[in-house]
C-alpha cells in the first residue's frame, strides 16, 4: 500500500490576505482540493493523509467527500514547520510500502508524475521530483557574487517526493537535532540524503509549480486554463 502525505498547513502570510494561498481557489475549487485530486487519480496511490492548520481541520474530511475525494483517511493538524508538518502526517501511518510527500501548494502535478516517482521510489527506495533549473545561479555574500555554479548539473526539487516508508521515518529521526541546529529542512530529500541513501531524480514538468507569491496565482490561472483546454 502507498500513501500520500499532503502537507498544508502553512499560514500562506507571504501571499497577504488573511487566508492561507492553499485554501484560495482557482477556478472554483480551493488549491488544495486540486491537489488532493491529482493524487485521487494516480492508481499508484490507495491512501491519502493530509496535513492542514489545526482550526481548519474540523469539517474538512466532509468537504473533501464533496469533491469526490475517496481516498483521504486521516486529516491532522499540522506543526511550527513544514518539516514538523510532514512528521505528524507520518505519526498517522501505520502500515505503507511506499509514502508519497507533496506540497499542499502544488496543484499542477499529474497522476502520471505522482506513478513514475512513485515506481522510482520502489525499485530503488527513494525518488523525488525534479525540473530543470533555467537560469544562470549564482551564489552571493551580502551584493557580491562570488561563483557560478554549473548549471547542467542543478535541478529544482519539486514534490511528491517518495521513499520508503522505514527510510523516511529514519530520516525523521534527526529532525529535531538539525532544528535545534538552526537548519532550515525545507525538504524530506535533504533528511535522506544526510543517511546516505542513493535518491533518484525524476525529471518532472516546470508546470508544478508551488503557489506561494502573489504572481503565482495569475501563472496558476494561466496554467489551470491551459489545462482545461487540453493543451
Ligand atoms: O513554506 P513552504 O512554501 O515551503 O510550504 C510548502 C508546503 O508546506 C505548503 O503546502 C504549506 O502549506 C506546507 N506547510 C505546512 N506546515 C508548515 C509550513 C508549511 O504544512 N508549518
Not at 477556478?27 to 491537489?35: M, S
Not at 515506481?119 to 557560478?148: F, H, Y
Not at 523516511?168 to 540524503?193: H, I, K, M, N, P
Amino acid at each position: 500500500m502507498n500513501v500520500a502525505i499532503v502537507v498544508a498547513a502553512g499560514s500562506g502570510t507571504r501571499l497577504g490576505g488573511n487566508r492561507p494561498k492553499q485554501f484560495l481557489e482557482l477556478g472554483g475549487v480551493p488549491i488544495i482540493i486540486h491537489a488532493l485530486r491529482q493524487f485521487e487519480r494516480c492508481h499508484d496511490i490507495n491512501e491519502i493523509v493530509t496535513v492542514l492548520p489545526a482550526e481548519a481541520t474540523a469539517g474538512f474530511s466532509s468537504q473533501a467527500k464533496a469533491f469526490g475525494l475517496r481516498k483521504l483517511s486521516r486529516v491532522v493538524a499540522g506543526g511550527e514547520t513544514r518539516a514538523q508538518s510532514v512528521r505528524h502526517g507520518l505519526a498517522a501511518i501505520s502500515d505503507a510500502e511506499i509514502v508519497a510527500v507533496h506540497d499542499g501548494v502544488r496543484p499542477f502535478v499529474t497522476p502520471e508524475e505522482i506513478a513514475r516517482v512513485v515506481q522510482a521510489a520502489k525499485a530503488s527506495g527513494a525518488a523525488v521530483l525534479v525540473a530543470p533549473v533555467a537560469d544562470t545561479i549564482k551564489e552571493v555574500e551580502g551584493n557580491r557574487i562570488v561563483r557560478t555554479v554549473t548549471r547542467s548539473s542543478l535541478r529544482r526539487a519539486l514534490t511528491p517526493q517518495c521513499f520508503r516508508l522505514e527510510i523516511l521515518q529514519r530520516a525523521y529521526e534527526a529532525l529535531d537535532q538539525a532544528e535545534a541546529a538552526g537548519v532550515e529542512v525545507t525538504d524530506e530529500s535533504f533528511l535522506v540524503e544526510r543517511l546516505g541513501v542513493e535518491i533518484v531524480a525524476v525529471e518532472g514538468s516546470a508546470r508544478n509549480i508551488k503557489i506561494t507569491r502573489e504572481e503565482d496565482l495569475t501563472l496558476a490561472e494561466a496554467i489551470l486554463e491551459s489545462v482545461v483546454r487540453g493543451q
